[in-house]
């Protein structure tokens, strides 16, 4: 049975100096750059919908992934 992938999440990955990149990361690619991260050394690179992104794992402070979809307008709820 093929397995369904996940859809991309989107992720806020910030930097020392103030600096924020937002994106779109698949489950693995955010297991990946957390791992990176947490090395704190080194070049990670990111494949993404708008092109190839280098981070350097040293600079990153934090990534926020968000919480789930965001919706306009009325709910189906009563």
Do not use: N
Request: aromatic share 6%; no cysteine.
């Amino acid at each position: 049975m093929a397995e369904k992938q996940a859809k991309p999440e989107r992720v806020e990955i910030g930097f020392g100096g103030g600096q924020v990149i937002a994106t779109r990361l698949d489950a693995k690619q955010l297991a990946d750059l957390r791992k990176a991260v947490e090395k704190g050394q080194g070049w990670h690179d990111l494949k993404t919908d708008d092109g190839d992104v280098a981070v350097d794992a040293a600079q990153v402070v934090f990534m926020r992934v968000a919480g789930g979809e965001h919706r306009i307008g009325f709910s189906q709820d009563g």
